[in-house]
């Protein structure tokens, strides 16, 4: 089954203690995304991946470091986490970034909450 | 700039009524794409509808429709016959292919949508 998958769902932490969220495609898609979503605001782009070791700042990267070593995995990694990154996180993957219609699959969305 | 705004944060209906939700966007581009997602109280971004920016033919799926007015640059999305089930949030969303955009979708706020039984 194409999907996208997030790891973990759920994560409650304290402030400055480095976490990772996993996020992996199936879909051997070139562009993979991360997303937060805040009350009132949608979602925001954080960091963007066009392929492998190829990845860029989106509109909110700040706080947050992303890789992407190989092509399925893209992984969020936040060094020193803070209470306003407490947020709905959403990684996404499409077939290419640029020139398509881009339409992106979502994983599941990760519920962090910084304390 | 490129924008998208959903102007009603809230809505509430009781079963069987049609709700209407707008969406209005902003680009420079002349060839983009447009989506509406619902997000139900699980969580997850669940995908309705895709249209490019050269198609204006109104669209219908089963109890749901889509206008898309480029004279105005809206993107509406109605629910006939509403149900409980529809309660969510709905995202309305921009896509710019162009080779110098970042392949970001551009979210509008959201709309929460609440039926009452």
């Known amino acids: 089954e194409a999907q996208v998958t997030q790891n973990p769902r759920y994560l409650i932490t304290v402030t400055g203690k480095k976490l990772t969220v996993t996020c992996s495609q199936n879909?051997?898609?070139?562009?993979m995304s991360w997303y937060r979503q805040d009350p009132g605001l949608g979602l925001r782009q954080i960091y963007y991946?066009?392929?492998?070791?190829?990845?860029d700042k989106g509109d909110v990267p700040e706080g947050y470091k992303v890789s992407r070593k190989e092509k399925r995995n893209f992984p969020l990694i936040l060094e020193s986490p803070s209470p306003n990154q407490t947020s709905l996180y959403f990684c996404?993957?499409?077939?290419?970034?640029?020139?398509?219609?881009?339409?992106?699959?979502f994983g599941p969305g990760t519920r962090l909450t910084v304390l | 700039a490129q924008k998208v705004t959903q102007a009603q944060t809230e809505i509430s209906v009781v079963e069987k009524e049609d709700v209407t939700l707008d969406c209005v966007y902003e680009?420079?581009?002349?060839?983009?794409?447009l989506f509406w997602y619902k997000q139900p109280p699980s969580g997850e971004l669940v995908f309705l509808i895709r249209?490019?920016?050269?198609?204006?033919q109104n669209e219908i799926s089963g109890r749901y429709s889509w206008n898309f007015q480029k004279s105005t640059s809206s993107f509406n999305f109605t629910i006939t016959a509403s149900q409980v089930v529809d309660s969510a949030v709905y995202f309305c969303?921009?896509?710019?292919?162009?080779?110098?955009?970042?392949?970001?979708?551009?979210f509008g706020q959201g709309t929460t949508l609440q039926v009452k039984p």
């Open positions: 996404a993957s499409s077939e290419r970034g640029q020139g398509t219609y881009n339409e992106q699959f």
């Open positions: 879909m051997n898609h070139e562009y």
């Open positions: 991946s066009m392929n492998v070791e190829v990845t």
């Open positions: 680009t420079r581009d002349t060839t983009y794409y």
């Open positions: 249209r490019n920016s050269f198609d204006e």
């Open positions: 969303a921009l896509s710019e292919p162009g080779s110098s955009n970042t392949g970001k979708l551009i």
